[in-house]
């Protein structure tokens, strides 16, 4: 979804800029595509005579060369950032423009020995040494992408963790009311418990008689109807049967002689399971679960991330070497050693990317307990 069309955060782009940003973009990353095309051309191909090229000749390559740069460093820059304004609130865009900078400004200097190329001559060093620094704008832009949505989803899982469950979609129980009930003890209430089961049901229902929870026996007050029937019939004076489902949904009504419902009939456990997570008192309690899990999630992931940040550490230092030798090996260069040496980045960047890492990590972590918690309701 683009930022136009985005609800969150209440951003409007109005269309005429919107449209503005769009052809921006396409014509930033157009030249930029032919800068690189052009420079690409160069190292495996334009620039071989380099050196036996007179003095006059080389300073106009060098200065074309500089040109192409230059076009391949603005139109990523520009058309980056015009991305970044229209996807704003898509969440793969970012991590999309970070590793297309990474394989910009890494993968074609490691390519081009692989392929046995050489740099034998100023113009191929000066068109290598470009491409990692035309990778500069989009890797900041797609790195700022990234740590918004990181914080974004921190942000909407706290506020997850604060709100009641959406009820949006449930379809047994959906008109059902809310009731303030007394603090409990146990961390993880019953159906029994919640704000769901009225009072006047509680003493009769037979899962409450055994302490257990509805969705564990996969039958109560809001998918059998029978269930919510005893207990008016021994209520004196009646009471309006809210919470007991239309006839679409019930699918286990009763049949007694001379009943003109229809059949009963008999769920098996796939069936029973897939009731309850259409269930207002099932989401409810997944509602309660994720408010649990979610800050257990975050510390436990923190902590293991803390744990194991040496290896991190050292996994990016080795990669560097594998990365290394990897070169030498599968290069069709004639020498047994790597052309590419990798210039070690400093301890305190290190760590940074440990830290980038982690947060990453901590991101995901919260999407797969969201994805279980309210889309496989386990």
């Given at each position: 979804?683009?930022?136009?069309?985005?609800?969150?955060?209440?951003?409007?782009?109005?269309?005429?800029?919107?449209?503005?940003?769009?052809?921006?973009?396409?014509?930033?990353?157009?030249?930029?595509?032919?800068?690189?095309?052009?420079?690409?051309?160069?190292?495996?191909?334009?620039?071989?005579?380099?050196?036996?090229?007179?003095?006059?000749?080389?300073q106009v390559m060098l200065?074309?060369?500089?040109?192409?740069?230059?076009?391949?460093?603005?139109?990523?820059?520009?058309?980056?950032?015009?991305?970044?304004?229209?996807?704003?609130?898509?969440?793969?865009?970012?991590?999309?423009?970070?590793?297309?900078?990474?394989?910009?400004g890494l993968g074609i200097?490691?390519?081009?020995?692989?392929?046995?190329?050489?740099?034998?001559?100023?113009?191929?060093?000066?068109?290598?040494?470009?491409?990692?620094?035309?990778?500069?704008?989009?890797?900041?832009?797609?790195?700022?992408?990234?740590?918004?949505?990181?914080?974004?989803?921190?942000?909407?899982?706290?506020?997850?963790?604060?709100?009641?469950?959406?009820?949006?979609?449930?379809?047994?129980?959906?008109?059902?009311?809310?009731?303030?009930?007394?603090?409990?003890?146990?961390?993880?209430?019953?159906?029994?418990?919640?704000?769901?089961?009225?009072?006047?049901v509680r003493p009769h229902?037979?899962?409450?008689?055994?302490?257990?929870?509805?969705?564990?026996?996969?039958?109560?007050?809001?998918?059998?109807?029978?269930?919510?029937?005893?207990?008016?019939?021994?209520?004196?004076?009646?009471?309006?049967?809210?919470?007991?489902?239309?006839?679409?949904?019930?699918?286990?009504?009763?049949?007694?002689?001379?009943?003109?419902?229809?059949?009963?009939?008999?769920?098996?456990?796939?069936?029973?399971?897939?009731?309850?997570?259409?269930?207002?008192?099932?989401?409810?309690?997944?509602?309660?679960?994720?408010?649990?899990?979610?800050?257990?999630?975050?510390?436990?992931?923190?902590?293991?991330?803390?744990?194991?940040?040496?290896?991190?550490?050292?996994?990016?230092?080795?990669?560097?070497?594998?990365?290394?030798?990897?070169?030498?090996?599968?290069?069709?260069?004639?020498?047994?050693?790597?052309?590419?040496?990798?210039?070690?980045?400093?301890?305190?960047?290190?760590?940074?990317?440990?830290?980038?890492?982690?947060?990453?990590?901590?991101?995901?972590?919260?999407?797969?307990?969201?994805?279980?918690?309210?889309?496989?309701?386990?």
């Amino acid at each position: 979804m683009s930022r136009e069309e985005s609800e969150e955060g209440g951003v409007y782009v109005p269309p005429i800029v919107f449209a503005l940003a769009n052809l921006t973009m396409t014509i930033s990353f157009v030249v930029a595509g032919l800068g690189f095309a052009y420079l690409l051309y160069g190292i495996f191909a334009g620039l071989s005579g380099f050196s036996s090229w007179d003095t006059a000749k080389q300073q106009v390559m060098l200065g074309i060369i500089a040109l192409a740069g230059k076009a391949m460093m603005i139109g990523l820059g520009i058309g980056s950032l015009c991305a970044a304004v229209i996807f704003w609130f898509e969440e793969i865009v970012g991590y999309v423009i970070l590793i297309s900078a990474g394989v910009l400004g890494l993968g074609i200097p490691f390519a081009f020995p692989m392929l046995g190329g050489e740099i034998a001559s100023k113009g191929v060093s000066n068109a290598l040494g470009v491409f990692p620094l035309a990778s500069i704008a989009p890797a900041i832009i797609g790195g700022i992408l990234v740590v918004r949505d990181v914080f974004a989803k921190f942000g909407r899982a706290i506020q997850r963790r604060g709100s009641d469950a959406d009820l949006s979609q449930v379809k047994l129980g959906a008109s059902a009311k809310r009731e303030q009930k007394p603090l409990r003890t146990s961390l993880l209430g019953k159906c029994w418990e919640g704000s769901y089961c009225r009072d006047w049901v509680r003493p009769h229902c037979p899962i409450y008689q055994r302490r257990d929870a509805c969705w564990r026996q996969r039958r109560g007050c809001y998918c059998e109807q029978e269930i919510v029937s005893a207990a008016a019939n021994k209520t004196q004076g009646g009471m309006q049967l809210e919470m007991a489902p239309s006839s679409q949904y019930n699918y286990a009504n009763p049949s007694a002689p001379g009943s003109t419902a229809p059949p009963k009939v008999i769920l098996n456990d796939s069936q029973k399971a897939e009731r309850c997570r259409n269930c207002v008192i099932y989401n409810d309690h997944q509602s309660e679960k994720y408010k649990i899990v979610m800050p257990l999630a975050i510390v436990a992931t923190v902590v293991l991330c803390a744990l194991i940040s040496p290896l991190m550490k050292q996994g990016i230092q080795g990669s560097f070497t594998l990365i290394e030798q990897t070169v030498a090996k599968v290069s069709f260069s004639s020498s047994s050693e790597s052309t590419v040496k990798l210039t070690r980045p400093p301890s305190t960047v290190e760590w940074g990317l440990v830290g980038a890492f982690s947060l990453m990590i901590v991101s995901k972590v919260l999407q797969i307990v969201e994805w279980c918690v309210f889309v496989k309701k386990i």
